[in-house]
């Protein structure tokens, strides 16, 4: 397959994270519908984990993973397929390579801490960054959500590790090379949010993985 050229420079609405990145006016919340129980989300993303390296293409040589937000709190995937296809004119729709779900919008299609493949699925690098220089090789993850104005709730978290931790390994990553947008590019951006709990991911990450042999519950 062939290659894109990789955009050095993505619009700077991209590469901040903002609403308007993804054509989305800011919203005021609404009553919280009761979602899909999260261990069966749970259940729904380590399938997916299990058979996301059997593509049709070869895969990239990851060397970082930097995680983002949409700062939208109604965003989909398909959304920002859209914006980034026409907006930003690239085909292949969505910069980020995965997407996590916050349980908002079709809350029982894409329940609360759902990953969805997004740009993962062609194995090409995504424009994510203004200094993409400083974390080359980068898969971008992007959390759905505002972590400006909201703690980022405990089973995105849960799913953002797990998915994490299945890179690393696969790609042998260090823990070194997991960031933050804000973490590469400093000033020019808040992303992934002020209340991202960047050092708890950390950790998290540091510690050592937790065998659940739990069985699932409502």
């Known amino acids: 397959m062939r290659r894109r050229r990789l955009l050095t420079h993505a619009p700077a609405a991209l590469a901040l994270g903002g609403a308007a990145a993804l054509g989305l006016a800011p919203r005021r919340a609404a009553a919280r519908t009761a979602g899909v129980p999260y261990e069966q989300t749970r259940a729904r993303n380590r399938a997916m984990f299990e058979g996301m390296f059997e593509l049709d ?8 993973i930097v995680v983002h937000h949409t700062a939208a709190e109604y965003a989909t995937l398909e959304g920002i397929d859209r914006y980034h296809r026409n907006h930003f004119g690239d085909p292949l729709g969505a910069e980020y390579h995965f997407v996590i779900n916050n349980g908002k919008k079709r809350p029982q299609e894409k329940p609360l801490g759902l990953v969805e493949q997004a740009r993962w699925r062609y194995q090409e690098w995504a424009a994510h960054l203004f200094h993409p220089e400083r974390a080359p090789a980068s898969c971008a993850i992007c959390l759905i959500g ?14 953002l590790v797990e998915l994490t931790r299945v890179l690393m390994a696969r790609f042998e990553i260090p823990a070194a090379r997991v960031t933050t947008h804000r973490g590469v590019d400093k000033r020019l951006t808040q992303c992934p949010g002020k209340l991202f709990p960047r050092e708890e991911f950390l950790a998290r990450l540091a510690a050592p993985a937790v065998v659940d042999d739990a069985e699932p519950h409502a």
């Open 146 to 159: 505002n972590f400006e104005q909201r703690a980022l709730p405990e089973e995105m978290l849960d799913a």
């Open 57 to 64: 293409v070869p895969l990239l040589p990851y060397e970082w």
